[in-house]
């Protein structure tokens, strides 16, 4: 399903973070708060996930840190063409280093890492600088971009950018978390922002946070196929497999991150919480990594998940886990991932070991896996040949696109609303849509369902409903579905109320999911028969 336009995203960001007219570097030595300065008291640059003892303090600490209110581009640099980048790395250990793919006008760039938290409002911090040299690599497009090539044969033939490395980003005593590669050309007069976690080692006794790259991936049309359309917009012409060996096209080179997972990670940083960091890219080849969190929170929209990744989660959740999801439309198509697409040396000489392509025909008919392994067959996950229910993860399913309204309380005993002003009736403004999931009745679920909020809206031409839902798991496990894509744009609302009582209640809930089996401690008390659900989906196709 369609997220919300970027530009509107990167408004909404602009809000929250404090912006300049440009970045503005000084070379290739580090900033003067990089990880070689003295840290302040109890913290540690080096601090690694395999001494959790202390963890929380070192998040608070390194929050603390002096941040760069100017790492923000203006609207001006941000939105020229003229320039495109990626890396060769989704996420790293701290201390492995991070391969960056320019191309725009031939002549110096500037690439500067910075730590994404709260930093006293800032929003970041610098950890590095550097240059490299960009060039046009391959055909120029009219959007100043180079042209893509086609590698591969039949459905995993996908979109790659071709390129030469530009520069080699060193991590050596970088602090895990979410981090942002900013490249910009004064030549072209443009900036680019590349997401990329430095993740942890495990998530044991913290509270994971999960960016969904994937689905910025799924969604990426950047060199003329996502998994939604080709270069006719048609979706009979989509990709089947899309590679991550290309750019961001949506928000300025960031695919959803603004917009979808910025403001939960702030949101979290800011509350000086036990974290640990990854990628739902880390949890597709290593489902493990989510063992023995406390609890485990996605952003606005994490939409693609493979086989191995649900079951995972439904087993942490079993075992106690909390999980929350800031979002919709969550965990909806089931995708594989393979190896990189044949092609140029300078492509699969990127690679890590690890796959760059994600797999996803979204028609069971054409995976040759359907009749042999269906389980993994890349189709809706509530669909032939396997079918799951969605409600088994969260206790709501999708519904549909395109809603609008406000997210209004409807059960202020809740204690997710505890001390943050929300009342009964409380709406936070513009917060429902455009994409909603829902409870439904009778559907199976992970325990008693308790609606917090609840309105009537109208889709494509139907009314339906859309549920806040808290759900316990019988193990004690604490489960929030926030059942709305526009959760995190709350955060970032112009109103004031509105962003103050979505942080509120965003922190609230981190913070008491940060230690497990918040469900033992609050059970749910299950109102579902209290609402009026409609019996059918008005959802059409999530293509």
Not at 178 to 189: F, H, N
Not at 517 to 540: F, I, M
């Amino acid at each position: 399903m369609q997220p919300s336009r970027p530009q509107r995203a990167l408004r909404a960001v602009a809000l929250i973070l404090l912006t300049a007219s440009a970045l503005s570097c000084s070379g290739p030595s580090p900033s003067p708060s990089a990880p070689g300065e003295s840290a302040p008291a109890g913290a540690s640059a080096t601090t690694t996930t395999d001494n959790p003892p202390g963890w929380s303090a070192a998040v608070r600490a390194e929050n603390a840190r002096s941040g760069d209110k100017d790492w923000y581009a203006d609207e001006k640099f941000r939105g020229r063409p003229g320039l495109a980048a990626f890396l060769d790395r989704v996420s790293v250990r701290p201390g492995e280093d991070v391969g960056v793919y320019v191309s725009g006008k031939p002549g110096p760039v500037t690439v500067v890492a910075y730590r994404m938290g709260e930093y006293g409002g800032a929003g970041a911090r610098q950890l590095w600088s550097g240059q490299a040299t960009a060039s046009e690599q391959g055909k120029s497009t009219d959007l100043g971009q180079a042209a893509a090539e086609i590698t591969g044969a039949g459905p995993t033939s996908t979109d790659v950018a071709p390129w030469a490395r530009s520069a080699t980003v060193p991590t050596k005593d970088w602090p895990e978390g979410a981090y942002l590669i900013a490249v910009t050309s004064p030549g072209a007069g443009a900036t680019r922002y590349v997401p990329l976690t430095v993740r942890s080692a495990h998530a044991r006794g913290r509270m994971l946070l999960v960016s969904s790259v994937l689905t910025y991936q799924a969604y990426n049309d950047w060199g003329g196929h996502s998994l939604y359309h080709g270069p006719d917009g048609s979706l009979a012409s989509r990709a089947r497999a899309v590679s991550f060996d290309r750019p961001y096209a949506a928000e300025s080179g960031a695919g959803q991150f603004f917009s979808m997972d910025l403001p939960i990670i702030r949101a979290a940083e800011a509350s000086g919480l036990p974290l640990a960091w990854v990628t739902d890219y880390d949890l597709a080849v290593q489902p493990d990594l989510v063992d023995g969190a406390a609890g485990i929170s996605f952003g606005g929209h994490s939409e693609y998940w493979t086989a191995a990744m649900r079951a995972r989660m439904i087993g942490a959740i079993s075992q106690g886990t909390n999980f929350a999801s800031f979002g919709a439309n969550t965990a909806y198509w089931r995708i594989r991932m393979i190896g990189a697409a044949s092609g140029p040396a300078s492509v699969a000489g990127r690679r890590d070991g690890r796959p760059r392509v994600i797999y996803a025909t979204k028609d069971a008919a054409e995976d040759p896996l359907a009749g042999s392994d269906p389980v993994n067959a890349t189709t809706k996950f509530r669909h032939p040949p396997h079918e799951v229910a969605e409600s088994e993860l969260a206790g709501v399913a999708y519904d549909c696109n395109p809603v609008a309204g406000d997210w209004t309380v409807t059960d202020p005993t809740w204690w997710g609303y505890q001390g943050t002003g929300a009342v009964a009736g409380t709406r936070l403004k513009g917060v429902v849509g455009n994409e909603i999931d829902r409870a439904y009745t009778g559907s199976p679920t992970p325990g008693p369902r308790q609606v917090v909020a609840y309105g009537t809206v109208d889709c494509r031409g139907a009314s339906t409903a859309y549920t806040g839902l808290y759900t316990t798991h019988p193990a004690g496990a604490g489960i929030f579905a926030a059942g709305t894509l526009g959760w995190p744009r709350g955060l970032t609302s112009p109103d004031a109320d509105t962003a103050r009582i979505s942080t509120a209640i965003t922190r609230r809930i981190l913070s008491e999911f940060a230690s497990a089996k918040a469900g033992a401690r609050h059970r749910a008390r299950d109102n579902l028969a209290s609402y009026w659900l409609p019996p059918t989906r008005t959802t059409t196709y999530g293509g």
